[in-house]
Structure formats: C-alpha cells, structure tokens
C-alpha cells in the first residue's frame, strides 16, 4: 500500500519555497540556504517513510482484526506512535546555522500543523477500529449463539424422542388391548348367549330344579362373573395404559416444553439485542468516521489522496466483515427462525408435541366405537343376551332370573364401567387434551 502522495507534495512545496536570490559575494547565505533545504529534504524522506509504516500499520490493525484481540487500542497505539513521529519534522532546522530561515520555520510549522490536523481525524477514525471490533464479535456471538441453540434442539429432540418413544408404544399397546377386547367380548357373548339358550331348554324341561341349579345354570352363572371379572381387568389395562400415556405427556410438557420456551424466549432476546441492524449502524459508523478523514482531516490535496487510500482500504475490511455478519445473521435466522424466535412454524411445531400424529391415533381409536359396542353388549346382558324366556314357567323363569341375578350385576356394572373408561370425552381427555393444549401454548 502507498502513501506517495503527501511526500511529492512536501518536496515539490520545499522546492517551490520563496528563498531570496543567491547575491554575488554572499556565499554563506547560499550556504545556509543548501544546507537549509538538505535538512528538510531529508526529513521529509525520513518522516515519510515512518509515516507510510504508521498507516500501513492501521491498514493492518483492521485487516487483522480477531475476536479475542481488539482493534481500538492498537489503532489508538498506532496513531501515538504516528504523532511521535512528528518531531522528525518538527526538528527538522534545529542543526542549521547560524539560525534556520523563517521561510524554513513556517514551512515546518504549516507541515506539522497540517500533520496534525490529519492525524486528530485518524484519531476520530478509532470508530472504524471500534466498528471493526463489534463485527468480529458479532460474527462470533452469533456463531456461538447458533452452535448453542443447535446442541440445546438436538439435546431437546433427544429427550423428546424417549418420550415420544413411550407414548407411541402405550398408544399402540392401548389400540392393540382394545381390539383383542372387542373380539374377545364378542366371542364370550356370543357363548353366554348360547348357554343361555341352553339354560332355557334345560328349565323348560325340568320339574325338580334341585340339580339344575347348582350344574347348569350354576355354570352359566359363574361364566357370567367371569366376565365380569375379566371386564374389570381389561378395563383396568385401559385405564392403565391411557394414565401411562397421560403421565408421560404431562410429564414431558412440565419439562421439555417449558425448556423449549425457556430457549424461545432467550432466542427472542438475542435477536432483540443482537439484529442485524445493529451490525449495520456499527459499520456506518465506522464507514463516516473514515471518510472524515479526507473531508475534514485534509488541507492538503496529497493528504486527501492519502486518506482517500487509507480510508478506502479499511472500508473495503470493514465492508467485507459487515458483508460476512450479514451472511451469518441471515443463516442464523434462516436456521431458528419459526423455531426458537418468532412464531413457532408447523414443522416445529410437530417435532416437539406430534399433535398431528397423535390426533390421527386419537381418531383411530375413538373410530372403533367400543363405547357403543358395549352399550349394545349391555342392552344384550340386560335383556339375558337376547333369548326368550317365554318357554319356562314361572317358577323356573323366576329361579333362573334368581340364580343368575348377582352375577349379571356385576356383568352390567363391569361393562358400564368399561364403556365409561372408554367413551370418546375421557379418550379425549386422556389422550389428547393435554397435547392440544400444549400446542395451543407454544409461542405464536
């Protein structure tokens, strides 16, 4: 990188100065006056030269820049060290004799004044250096911040994943324990029918009940309670497998997903505190302050074009670090957005409460309508499973009716219980109220 043009304009100023005109016989005026201007043009070169390393040394602050060193005290640093290098001008005389030139002085002092000047601006241009400091974190702030949120969704879809595990097999459970009920009710049904219709053709025929009581229809009866009985313990399965469920759910909702809108909620503070524009302004700022060196910090066209180079290299830097934030934010949002700010979007949505799914399962299995079948199987049980009882008499109609009464109580309470434990509200109550509600919940 040079900066040529402040030197030229200080050699061809020296070499344009009004010095009076060599007199014949004034031979140490000509003298003073050489030496006068081999002072300055050597200082000039000397001052160049560690004024070119000055501001290739910014150049290099910004191109250089990393998250864990900043830019602002070396630029700070650097323009110290810039502004040490004035006494090379500003000494440039001190070995003329007798007495430098007043001509030599004020060139000296427009020089180090118009120096000065130029270095208050690059000064001032400590807000690139500033600027270049918060892109850099910035990249890196939101870097972490997506890498963090990344392992916080894949630790969330872990978890998720064994409680979606469970819920699935005890749904599954839960449709496969229905079904095998419904078959197996109908078939015992079917069988109590049958003996009944025995029991009927066996009372018709009978005068002495004292052996029919206890075998036959003592039979029939203990059949009955049996299914009573087994009524109850399928009917306990139900129960147990839909609070199973319900537990689980519950469980996973008092956890995963208040975790989840604890993430949600840090993500919308992140983005409140972090977005883009942020970024931009910083960069503006930056970007200003730079090319105020040119518009206010030169009274010079050479210290214009050296600040035109200055400024322009460090603003392409600064461009390409505001270019490369923008790029990361708007990968970040690309990534999160609908998932950790924002409203939640249906994909997420359904990695987290599989609402869909389990609505569709929810649907299957109230579809089956084994509430209506055991209201049908309770009207058969209430009415001796359909079969007429006209054929016995009285005496015996009443002794089947006593003989079997307990245990079609406990029939007809067996199945009332099992129709309520599977009507459609507490299966919808148990299997997918609390989803629903978990869904209606998430951030919108």
């Given at each position: 990188?040079?900066?040529?043009?402040?030197?030229?304009?200080?050699l061809?100023?020296?070499?344009?100065?009004?010095?009076?005109p060599?007199e014949?016989?004034?031979v140490?005026?000509?003298?003073?006056?050489?030496?006068?201007?081999?002072?300055?043009?050597?200082?000039?070169?000397a001052?160049s030269d560690?004024?070119a390393?000055?501001?290739e040394?910014?150049?290099?602050?910004i191109?250089d820049?990393?998250?864990?060193?900043?830019?602002a005290?070396?630029?700070?640093?650097?323009?110290?060290?810039?502004?040490?290098?004035?006494?090379r001008?500003?000494?440039?005389?001190?070995?003329?004799?007798?007495?430098p030139?007043?001509?030599?002085?004020?060139?000296v002092?427009r020089?180090?004044?118009?120096?000065?000047?130029?270095?208050?601006?690059v000064?001032?241009?400590?807000?690139a250096?500033d600027?270049c400091?918060y892109?850099?974190r910035?990249?890196?702030?939101?870097?972490?911040?997506t890498q963090?949120?990344?392992a916080?969704?894949?630790?969330?879809?872990?978890?998720?994943g064994?409680?979606y595990?469970d819920?699935?097999?005890?749904?599954?459970?839960?449709?496969r324990?229905?079904?095998?009920?419904?078959?197996?009710?109908?078939?015992?049904?079917?069988?109590?029918?049958?003996?009944m219709?025995g029991a009927v053709e066996?009372?018709?025929?009978?005068?002495?009940?004292?052996?029919?009581?206890?075998?036959e229809?003592?039979?029939?009866?203990n059949?009955?309670?049996?299914g009573a009985?087994?009524?109850?313990?399928?009917?306990?399965q139900?129960?147990?497998r839909?609070?199973?469920?319900r537990?689980s759910?519950?469980?996973?909702?008092?956890?995963?997903?208040?975790?989840?809108?604890?993430?949600?909620a840090d993500?919308?503070e992140?983005?409140?505190?972090y977005?883009?524009?942020?970024?931009?302004d910083s960069?503006e700022?930056?970007?200003?302050?730079?090319?105020?060196?040119r518009?206010?910090?030169?009274?010079?066209?050479?210290?214009a074009?050296?600040?035109?180079t200055?400024?322009?290299?460090?603003t392409?830097?600064?461009?390409k670090?505001?270019?490369?934030?923008?790029?990361?934010?708007?990968?970040?949002?690309?990534?999160?957005?609908k998932?950790?700010f924002?409203?939640v979007?249906?994909?997420?949505?359904?990695?987290?409460?599989?609402?869909?799914e389990f609505k569709?399962?929810?649907?299957?299995?109230?579809g089956?309508?084994l509430?209506?079948?055991?209201?049908s199987w309770?009207n058969?049980?209430?009415?001796?499973?359909?079969?007429?009882?006209?054929?016995?008499?009285?005496?015996a109609?009443?002794l089947?009716?006593?003989a079997?009464?307990e245990?079609?109580?406990?029939m007809?309470?067996?199945?009332?219980?099992?129709k309520?434990?599977?009507?459609?509200?507490?299966?919808?109550?148990?299997?997918?109220?609390?989803?629903?509600?978990?869904?209606?919940?998430?951030?919108?």
């Amino acid at each position: 990188m040079a900066f040529e043009a402040r030197p030229r304009e200080l050699l061809d100023e020296l070499s344009r100065l009004p010095y009076p005109p060599l007199e014949a016989g004034h031979v140490d005026q000509a003298v003073q006056i050489e030496a006068e201007k081999k002072a300055l043009t050597q200082a000039i070169q000397a001052y160049s030269d560690a004024r070119a390393r000055r501001l290739e040394r910014l150049y290099q602050v910004i191109r250089d820049a990393r998250p864990d060193r900043l830019c602002a005290p070396d630029w700070f640093l650097g323009v110290q060290d810039a502004r040490d290098d004035l006494g090379r001008l500003s000494g440039a005389l001190k070995d003329v004799r007798p007495a430098p030139s007043n001509i030599g002085l004020a060139f000296v002092q427009r020089t180090v004044d118009a120096e000065t000047k130029f270095y208050d601006y690059v000064a001032r241009a400590k807000d690139a250096a500033d600027s270049c400091d918060y892109l850099v974190r910035y990249r890196k702030t939101v870097e972490e911040k997506t890498q963090a949120l990344d392992a916080k969704w894949s630790e969330l879809m872990s978890q998720h994943g064994s409680f979606y595990t469970d819920q699935r097999a005890t749904v599954d459970d839960l449709e496969r324990t229905m079904l095998e009920a419904a078959q197996k009710a109908a078939s015992d049904n079917a069988s109590i029918k049958e003996r009944m219709m025995g029991a009927v053709e066996i009372g018709a025929k009978t005068v002495d009940f004292s052996n029919v009581l206890p075998g036959e229809w003592g039979a029939l009866a203990n059949a009955i309670a049996s299914g009573a009985e087994w009524w109850n313990n399928t009917r306990g399965q139900f129960s147990a497998r839909l609070e199973r469920y319900r537990a689980s759910f519950r469980q996973e909702r008092g956890t995963l997903l208040v975790i989840f809108k604890d993430f949600h909620a840090d993500a919308e503070e992140f983005v409140s505190k972090y977005g883009y524009q942020k970024a931009l302004d910083s960069f503006e700022t930056g970007r200003r302050a730079l090319a105020e060196i040119r518009s206010s910090g030169s009274a010079t066209s050479g210290l214009a074009s050296d600040a035109d180079t200055l400024g322009s290299t460090c603003t392409a830097l600064l461009e390409k670090m505001r270019n490369d934030a923008k790029d990361m934010w708007d990968a970040f949002v690309r990534k999160h957005e609908k998932k950790f700010f924002g409203p939640v979007g249906p994909d997420i949505d359904q990695a987290l409460t599989a609402s869909a799914e389990f609505k569709a399962r929810y649907e299957k299995i109230k579809g089956a309508n084994l509430a209506e079948l055991l209201s049908s199987w309770l009207n058969q049980t209430r009415d001796y499973w359909g079969v007429d009882l006209g054929p016995l008499s009285d005496q015996a109609r009443s002794l089947l009716k006593n003989a079997l009464r307990e245990s079609m109580q406990k029939m007809i309470d067996a199945e009332e219980a099992a129709k309520k434990a599977v009507s459609p509200d507490v299966l919808y109550d148990q299997l997918f109220k609390d989803r629903e509600e978990a869904e209606r919940d998430l951030p919108r």
